[in-house]
């Protein structure tokens, strides 16, 4: 459970150390290795407000403090940031998140999709911090009391179940965490992003609700929907 935390000076300490926690002991991926079928043209490139999708993922890691890589199997991708080749380009993410805790020392890794362009960094920085100081398997937020897969932070430990479920032919990333959680008995923790809100903990940049942070950029529809959200923003602030 987390306690709220009151007053501008403690969320700001709480803030310097997740940006501490962030730079020590984890590393930042970004998951990209989809076939972009549902929009149509290669996801990581299609632009929202000028920016390519995968630019905005990258920065929301380098925003919480995070050295960044791209999990995937598109080595076109290198300009933007270092590619971990993924081991089964068709198995899905969970195939990236093993490939990528494979490539790093950390004890924390971060995973963060291509398609969350509106997340804030903050969130990334709270879970890190909640995972180094609490412990647990995996981290994941929660909104409207519906748990979310990602962002995600995943201890090193939960590998070994992690790549036995994705052995045993597991596709499902939020599955595959659940079973890491048991067989390493670390906890796998959620937290809810209304409490972390309302206690001060996390804000978004531009003012955007957190109903706003989770909207998937799927579909040329998705990026229509998105551009309008950012505008907006942009108005009211």
Same mark, same amino acid.
């Given at each position: 459970?987390? *306690?709220? *935390?009151?007053?501008?000076?403690?969320?700001?300490?709480?803030?310097?150390?997740?940006?501490?926690?962030?730079?020590?002991?984890?590393?930042?991926?970004?998951?990209?290795?989809?076939?972009? !079928?549902?929009?149509?043209?290669?996801?990581?490139?299609i632009r929202l407000a000028g920016q390519p999708l995968i630019a905005y993922a990258l920065g929301i890691l380098h925003q919480a403090g995070l050295d960044a890589s791209i999990a995937g199997s598109r080595s076109s991708l290198s300009a933007f940031a270092p590619v971990i080749q993924d081991a089964h380009p068709d198995r899905g993410p969970l195939a990236g998140i093993c490939s990528a805790l494979v490539s790093t020392s950390a004890r924390h890794a971060v995973f963060l999709p291509i398609d969350l362009p509106l997340l804030p960094a903050s969130l990334v920085s709270f879970l890190l911090h909640h995972a180094r100081v609490a412990g647990g398997a995996v981290t994941v937020p929660s909104v409207n009391?519906?748990?979310?897969?990602?962002?995600?932070?995943?201890?090193?430990?939960?590998?070994?179940?992690? *790549?036995? !479920?994705?052995?045993?032919?597991?596709?499902?990333?939020? !599955?595959?965490?659940?079973?890491?959680?048991?067989?390493?008995r670390q906890p796998l923790s959620v937290l809810p992003v209304e409490l972390l809100v309302q206690s001060g903990q996390v804000a978004h940049p531009a003012g955007l609700p957190a109903?706003?942070?989770?909207?998937?950029?799927?579909?040329?529809?998705?990026?229509?929907?998105?551009?309008?959200?950012?505008?907006? !923003?942009?108005?009211?602030?």
């Open positions: 459970m987390i *306690e709220p *935390e009151n007053g501008p000076e403690v969320r700001k300490d709480a803030a310097k150390c997740a940006q501490t926690d962030a730079r020590e002991d984890a590393a930042g991926f970004v998951l990209a290795g989809g076939q972009s !079928s549902r929009m149509g043209a290669d996801k990581a490139l009391g519906y748990a979310q897969t990602f962002p995600a932070v995943v201890d090193r430990v939960a590998l070994p179940a992690l *790549e036995a !479920s994705l052995k045993g032919g597991e596709r499902g990333c939020f !599955s595959a965490f659940k079973a890491a959680a048991a067989q390493s109903v706003f942070w989770f909207k998937n950029v799927n579909t040329p529809e998705d990026l229509g929907r998105a551009e309008a959200i950012l505008a907006n !923003s942009h108005r009211v602030s």
